[in-house]
């Protein structure tokens, strides 16, 4: 059963080794983690635990007289000396001293056995000596044979007290007979059980063959999962490589490229700018145009109406009035003066020229050029991708092809012929088993019946004793009933003489076997001391290490213990790495590092990725941008547009010029001046209503000064620094251009290799996971370690437990017999009817301490009326058979 069991083993270590070898030292650079799915896990039915139940308490009564009897813990150096040994040098040359000192201290460890041994052989030996002794003594009318009784004054305290001894004794007796007969039992019940623990067994095994294939297959085929995600990622490798490639590179380009766009805005936005200035200008211009010319009329005909010969007249106290009026008149005039201010045709001109070429849609071409490199990517790298898929196919080959080379099908069916023909042996056995179990069963029982005799004599004695006891009644006349209940006592001693040696030889040899048994292999084997010592190097074949490694694969150093192997399949790992098998077939060992990653790498060695025909900004867009410069937006002077922008619309109020006319006007003698002057004064104030308050609140040209300001604002923010600005631009996109152009394979380069770690990773992660499955999954050992706890279940749960329970409640009874004698023979004498009885209570008449009729020659009156009988049948054997009429 060994070795196809192996050779799946070996099996299951080289199917995925073909795959490829797995590089332990590098890191994993994948980007997904795959998912296998689970392992389809054997279930184990067995459940290898055993809970006595209440006849516990009897194996712990048990397992304390042992530890009384065996106090010492587990000798294990001992025992592997002894076990080293052999035996047989210890026979071959006993007298070599070393040879004596280790007999001396297996006997000395032993000596509780050893002591209760011999007390138990004394006790066959001399129980039926002594019996054979005190029957032939009896016979003689000795030992308390003759039928008669010294009466004495505490005789009834006496036979009280020996009645209740003797009814302990007999409850003891009693008690371990029925302890006995549970652990008797208790033995043929388990048998089923037992039956129930083996089938399980044997299906779990069966299941762990099946389901082995399963499993393997199961890892092989989940080389899909890898494979899938390596054709997806080739798939994607526009987005996964080309993406990557596109983000490095971006760094650099798109915000140059950004920067062009942004510029081919400002330029639209400067040409808006621009005609906002030429139409606000000409609004606010018109405006102006019409209050100056109407301001100018008002100066001319004032200055008319003054050409009066009352002011001519230097004499006349008017004059200076007209003087004054005259002076003021100058300040009568627009201040803020568009029409001073240079028009911006010629820049908008050349800017309309700039714009006819489209700069946005040169970028936008750029933009588009630039992120076509996925599928550039895509494009150039499709005879590497080919090449991994076929590179794909091909590992995928081999794994089919040694999957195939190893006969799994065979091997579960060489394994599953095996467990089905030991199962059947096992059946075979089962009848067998009966059988002894019955006879075994039949013998104990006898054991038991026999101590059950005795006890039945001893209670049916008692209760006829105290039943039959009259008080008054003389020892020669006592009655029948207690006459019966002493002979019964005495029908036990007998039964006890008889038996009790049998029994006692039947528990010493038991007593000596399993005692040993518990306490070298149960105790040891659930503290598992017991594999220290199957684990002692060199112990079960002097030559080699370990034994297991040295049987299984022939490799006796190799550091595989019982233990070991016990406590993994307890733990239910994988027979991998239950039995170490990564030492034998080394699955890292056996995957070339370098054989995939070699032959990915290869595949990548020709990837090339050029990406020349990328054309950031065409010669039109960088003349245009360098056009712009030229079109002479910082020549507008911005500070006299913000210069008349600040003024106010008039440069005196007209309303109080108006008022102030009028006051100088009453001071003018009555008279058309006057008149005039006024007339003009409200001319004015018709002006401002007209004119100024329009042109200071209404819509039209609060909404043209401020698109101005704002206009002429963003022009000069523009005009600063703007050749800077485009040349730095211009700068950006040809150090772009130049990256993608010159130095595009550095960045590829680097991505393709990190693209390329990431394919490795998914083998490596399938590789990883097929050694961690293959450790923890994959035929898992649990089977194993449930056969060991099944045979110490079966061995020491069931038969050595029982067994013990049966000798030590044997054993008690045995040895409570001997009392049980005693007291039976002392008390018979209370209940049986005596020939003879004492006249005097302390009279001292021979030594036979009866009143002898022989020797005094005076007739006993009692004695007297029966008739004259010999010795033997005046006096018989408590057993033997009765001669006179009233037995
Ligand atoms: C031009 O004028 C319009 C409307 O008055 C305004 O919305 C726009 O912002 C102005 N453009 C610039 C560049 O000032
Ligand atoms: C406004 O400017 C124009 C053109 O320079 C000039 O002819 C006119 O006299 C100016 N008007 C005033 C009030 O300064
Ligand atoms: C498949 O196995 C053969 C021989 O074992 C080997 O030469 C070949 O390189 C393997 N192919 C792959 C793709 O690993
Ligand atoms: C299976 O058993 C047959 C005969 O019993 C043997 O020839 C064959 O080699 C075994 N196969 C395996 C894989 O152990
Ligand atoms: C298996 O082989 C690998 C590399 O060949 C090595 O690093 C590892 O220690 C080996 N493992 C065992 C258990 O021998
Ligand atoms: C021009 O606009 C700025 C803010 O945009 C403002 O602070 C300033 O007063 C404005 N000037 C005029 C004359 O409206
Ligand atoms: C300004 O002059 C125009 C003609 O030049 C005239 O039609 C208009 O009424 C005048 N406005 C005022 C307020 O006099
Ligand atoms: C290419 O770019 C890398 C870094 O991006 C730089 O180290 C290298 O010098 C550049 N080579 C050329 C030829 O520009």
Request: net charge neutral; no cysteine; glycine share 0%.
């Given at each position: 059963m060994r070795t196809p069991a192996l050779t799946l083993l070996l099996l299951a270590a080289c199917c995925w080794c073909c795959c490829s070898g797995s590089p332990p030292a590098a890191p994993p650079a994948a980007d997904a983690s795959l998912h296998f799915g689970s392992v389809p896990a054997g279930v184990y039915e067995t459940v290898a635990y055993y809970e006595p139940g209440p006849i516990g308490l009897l194996f712990n009564m048990m397992r304390a007289f042992l530890h009384v009897v065996q106090p010492n813990p587990f000798p294990q150096d001992l025992v592997i000396r002894v076990a080293k040994d052999k035996f047989g040098a210890i026979k071959s040359d006993y007298q070599k001293p070393e040879n004596i000192v280790l007999t001396l201290q297996v006997i000395y460890y032993e000596l509780g056995f050893v002591v209760c041994a011999v007390v138990g052989i004394l006790f066959i030996v001399l129980v039926p000596l002594v019996g054979l002794l005190f029957c032939m003594c009896r016979c003689c009318d000795n030992c308390g044979g003759e039928m008669h009784q010294r009466q004495k004054k505490n005789a009834d305290c006496q036979r009280g007290l020996l009645t209740t001894l003797l009814l302990t004794t007999t409850f003891i007796i009693t008690a371990g007979v029925l302890c006995a007969y549970a652990a008797n039992q208790n033995l043929s019940s388990q048998l089923k059980t037992m039956k129930r623990l083996v089938n399980s067994n044997i299906r779990d095994l069966y299941t762990f063959a099946n389901n082995t294939p399963t499993q393997i297959d199961h890892l092989i085929s989940q080389y899909g999962t890898a494979k899938n995600q390596v054709l997806c990622d080739l798939d994607n490798v526009g987005q996964l490589l080309g993406g990557r490639i596109h983000e490095e590179l971006g760094k650099v380009v798109l915000p140059a490229l950004d920067e062009a766009q942004n510029m081919a805005g400002v330029i639209k936005d400067t040409k808006e700018a621009l005609e906002n200035v030429t139409v606000t200008l000409a609004v606010l211009q018109e405006g102006t145009v019409q209050l100056e010319s109407n301001l100018s009329r008002v100066r001319m005909d004032i200055s008319n109406a003054l050409d009066d010969p009352a002011c001519a007249d230097s004499l006349s106290p008017i004059v200076h009035i007209c003087v004054n009026i005259l002076s003021s008149l100058s300040q009568l005039e627009i201040s803020a003066n568009y029409s001073a201010l240079p028009g911006v045709s010629e820049q908008l001109a050349k800017v309309n020229d700039v714009l006819k070429t489209d700069l946005a849609q040169i970028v936008h071409q750029g933009f588009l050029a630039f992120n076509d490199t996925p599928n550039m990517v895509t494009d150039q790298t499709r005879n590497v991708a080919e090449g991994v898929r076929g590179l794909l196919d091909g590992i995928g080959n081999n794994i089919t092809r040694f999957s195939k080379l190893f006969p799994v099908q065979t091997t579960v069916n060489n394994v599953t012929n095996i467990i089905s023909h030991t199962h059947s042996q096992i059946e075979d056995l089962y009848p067998e088993i009966d059988k002894m179990d019955f006879y075994r069963w039949i013998s104990c029982i006898t054991l038991c019946c026999m101590v059950a005799l005795i006890v039945v004599f001893n209670f049916l004695g008692l209760l006829c004793g105290i039943l039959g006891?009259?008080?008054?009644?003389s020892p020669t006349s006592r009655g029948c009933v207690s006459n019966t209940g002493g002979n019964l006592l005495m029908a036990g001693v007998g039964f006890s003489f008889m038996f009790s040696w049998v029994l006692m030889a039947v528990v010493t040899a038991t007593f000596v076997l399993g005692g040993n048994v518990e306490k070298l292999v149960c105790e040891p084997f659930h503290s598992r001391e017991l594999f220290k010592v199957l684990d002692c190097p060199n112990l079960v074949n002097p030559s080699w290490k370990h034994f297991i490694p040295g049987y299984l694969f022939n490799n006796p150093e190799m550091d595989l213990t019982v233990e070991n192997i016990y406590s993994n399949c307890k733990e239910n790992r994988g027979i991998y790495s239950a039995l170490h098998l990564d030492k034998v077939f080394n699955i890292s060992a056996l995957f070339s590092p370098s054989l995939y990653t070699k032959d990915v790498s290869k595949k990548f060695d020709s990837l090339k990725v050029d990406l020349k025909t990328i054309v950031l900004l065409n010669t039109d867009g960088k003349h245009n941008l360098i056009n712009f410069t030229e079109a002479g937006i910082k020549d507008i002077d911005f500070a006299a547009y913000m210069e008349e922008l600040n003024k106010g619309v008039t440069r005196v109020d007209l309303l109080t010029f108006a008022s102030d006319l009028d006051a100088k006007a009453d001071q003018l003698n009555n008279g058309p001046v006057q008149t005039s002057i006024k007339g003009h004064a409200n001319t004015l104030r018709q002006i401002y209503a007209k004119q100024v308050v329009p042109l200071q609140q209404s819509m039209k040209y609060v909404t043209a000064r401020n698109t101005l300001n704002q206009s002429i604002r963003f022009l000069e923010r523009t005009a600063t620094d703007l050749s800077n600005k485009i040349s730095e631009i211009l700068q950006a996109v040809e150090t772009a251009q130049h990256l993608i152009t010159h130095n595009a394979t550095f960045t590829v380069n680097q991505e393709s290799e990190k693209y390329k770690q990431s394919l490795i990773g998914y083998f490596e992660q399938y590789i990883n996971w097929i050694k961690t499955s293959l450790m923890m999954e994959v035929a898992t050992c649990k089977p194993v370690s449930n056969i060991v706890d099944t045979a110490e279940i079966l061995a020491c749960g069931f038969l050595f437990d029982s067994m013990n329970t049966f000798w030590f409640g044997l054993g008690c009874s045995a040895l409570f017999l001997l009392p049980s004698i005693i007291l039976s023979v002392r008390l018979a004498k209370f209940y049986r009817r005596m020939d003879t009885e004492d006249v005097y209570d302390d009279m001292e008449i021979g030594n036979n301490g009866y009143y002898n009729e022989h020797v005094q020659g005076i007739q006993n009156p009692v004695i007297a009326s029966l008739p004259a009988y010999d010795t033997m049948t005046r006096f018989p054997r408590a057993s033997a058979p009765p001669r006179h009429g009233d037995w």
């Open positions: 006891f009259d008080r008054h009644a």
